[in-house]
Each structure stands twice: as C-alpha cells, then as structure tokens.
C-alpha cells in the first residue's frame, strides 16, 4: 500500500514538475514571439521611410515576412536570424528562423533587417513551408540606395534590406535557408 502511495506521489511529482517546465517554455515562447512581432513592425516603418514606392507595393503584397539578421565574417561570412512571416489575408503568423553561410571577401559584422514580400498567397505559402534559396540574399544585398530601385516583384517575390547598422566589407556568394520555427509555432 505504502510503495502504491509513493508511486502515486512521485507521478503527481513528475506530473507537476513537467507542466511548470512545460508552462515556462510557452511563457518564453510567448515573449520572444511578442519581441519578434514588436521588432516587425519597427522595420516595417523604418521600410516604409526608406524605400521610395515601398508603401504601395506592400499594399500589393498577399504576404509578408520580417527577419532580424545578424552577419559576421572574416573570410566566411554567417548570419543568422529570427522573424515572422504574416499571410495578409487571414493575419496568421509563421515564426521561421533564417541562416546563412558564404565564403569569399568577407571581414566585419553587421546587424539589418530583411523584408519579403510575397505577390501571391502561393508564393508565400511555398515561402512558409522553408526551403534554401540564395537569390535572397542577393536580392537584400542591394541595400537601400538602390532598394527604391525595385519596386515590382520579381518572380512573385520582392527583397529588401533596411537598417544596416555595422561594418561590413563583403563579397561572397552565400547560401540562404528560412525554415518555420518548431519552438515558436
């Protein structure tokens, strides 16, 4: 009877112990998706500021995304980031992670902010579902003297850096990869 209680108390235990560890992991989920949505929409303003015809074509946009991006190198390059890709027609979010490994001329670090534009609900589910895909980088190296310059989709899809804040020499070629975030959907 004693070693039935004892088991019964050490399952309540592990029980309880698991759903607070549990309850914490969604309360910091929670707030890094609340600091991913407050950091998209800084971006989107400082976006709409900066890059001449922006507005109008967001407003075209079926959907969305918005990455906080870290890069660094000296020789290689890597970056990494996080961000939300939001479908306009529904409002519903996809938190992806993005990362990216290149080798070439690279010496610096540099921290900006990629957004993607997505003509079609198509584009940006096939978008949401991850994937590489390195002409995006390409595309968001352009910066943003000449990203007023690209006002139109291209293939279904429009690329643009703001923000850089850094130091960065760079020419590599780069590898790109946006996946959908297991820890934050």
Excluded at 13 to 33: H, P, S, Y
Excluded at 103 to 114: E, M, V
Excluded at 133 to 146: F, I
Excluded at 159 to 180: H, I, P
Aim: net charge negative.
């Amino acid at each position: 009877m004693l070693r039935h209680i004892l088991a019964a108390a050490s399952a309540a235990t592990l029980l309880t112990v698991g759903g607070v560890a549990f309850a914490q992991r969604d309360d910091n989920a929670g707030k890094e998706r609340a600091d991913i949505d407050e950091h998209t929409e800084e971006a989107l303003a400082e976006f709409f500021e900066t890059v001449d015809g922006g507005q109008a074509l967001f407003d075209k946009a079926a959907g969305y995304a918005v990455f906080r991006v870290t890069k660094a190198g000296l020789g290689v390059s890597g970056a990494g980031g996080q961000g939300v890709a939001i479908d306009k027609g529904n409002g519903s979010r996809v938190y992806m992670n993005m990362g990216a490994a290149g080798a070439g001329l690279t010496f610096g670090a540099s921290r900006y902010d990629i957004v993607i534009l997505f003509e079609t609900a198509a584009k940006f589910s096939a978008f949401t579902t991850g994937g590489w895909d390195s002409s995006a980088t390409a595309e968001a190296a352009a910066g943003t003297e000449s990203a007023g310059a690209g006002t139109t989709f291209f293939e279904g899809v429009a690329y643009f850096q703001v923000g850089n804040r850094g130091l960065m020499a760079s020419a590599d070629v780069t590898g790109t990869r946006f996946w959908v975030s297991e820890d934050l959907n």
